[in-house]
């Protein structure tokens, strides 16, 4: 019998000696990641802004170490990698949200939308690129259903998602046989981040825009940090080495509708 039969599938999507970072890792998708890819195996470097938070998770795991981080400082990037000297897996996740159609938006705002969504990952994936073609290593982009779809009143989010996708795309065509890059694209899933979102704009009416958020995702709830982090460990297995250059959603059907 082919050994492969009889492994349980815990076995599966293991990343034993592989070293992982996360950025934004100290919550929501970011966190559920970290505590992922640390229950397959990895070595995982948690980098956020929020460095106690950051600290208190890598308490929790073994094999993890918190980094400050901050996405859009060039010198704290370089900072940070200058601390590691061996790398498998990026996971480009720390983002933020606008809420506003283009006539809403102000310049100030969309700058900096963009510097966290777009330019963040620029340099975070510059940085780790002499690492990860070392390693033949793995990129993944946490992406959005804005990267492909248009969503009422998320004009700059939309803008800089759809960056996400196409630097994704681009960077798996320079480099194809010598690294890995695909892009997640969640739907709406509970995190901090959604909670914010209502608390800042629809404190009065929580409830009622909480149920139009399930509802435009057929499968009639919202995502979990835990389906997404399912998705980046797969994508970082040996499993999955024939995927590349790929936009997987992962959003309840809602971009299928």
């Known amino acids: 019998m082919d050994e492969r039969e009889v492994q349980p599938v815990t076995d599966s999507f293991r990343l034993e000696k592989k070293i992982a970072l996360i950025t934004g890792a100290a919550s929501g998708i970011g966190a559920a990641t970290a505590r992922e890819l640390s229950r397959a195996g990895a ?104 990267s492909t779809v248009g969503v009422k009143q998320r004009f700059a989010y939309c803008a800089s998602k759809g960056a996400v996708l196409a630097m994704t795309r681009q960077i798996a065509v320079d480099y194809p046989r010598e690294l890995r890059i695909n892009c997640i694209a969640p739907g709406t899933v509970q995190t901090p981040f959604v909670e914010g979102y209502l608390e800042k704009y629809h404190a009065h009416e929580k409830e009622k825009v909480r149920a139009e958020l399930v509802a435009r995702q057929p499968i009639g709830r919202l995502g979990t940090p835990e389906d997404i982090a399912s998705l980046v460990r797969y994508l970082s297995s040996c499993e999955a080495e024939f995927i590349n250059g790929a936009l997987i959603p992962i959003d309840g059907g809602w971009t299928a509708a």
């Open 43 to 146: 070595h995982v470097l948690i980098a956020d802004l929020n460095l106690s938070a950051a600290q208190s998770l890598a308490a929790e795991l073994p094999n993890a170490r918190a980094l400050a981080m901050d996405v859009t400082d060039s010198a704290s990037v370089a900072a940070v990698f200058r601390e590691i000297d061996h790398l498998d897996i990026l996971v480009n996740n720390a983002g933020i949200g606008l809420v506003g159609d283009i006539a809403h938006t102000s310049e100030e705002d969309f700058s900096r939308l963009m510097r966290v969504n777009v330019h963040g990952v620029f340099l975070v994936t510059q940085a780790a690129l002499p690492l990860l073609l070392a390693s033949h290593g793995s990129i993944i982009n946490i992406g959005s259903v804005a």
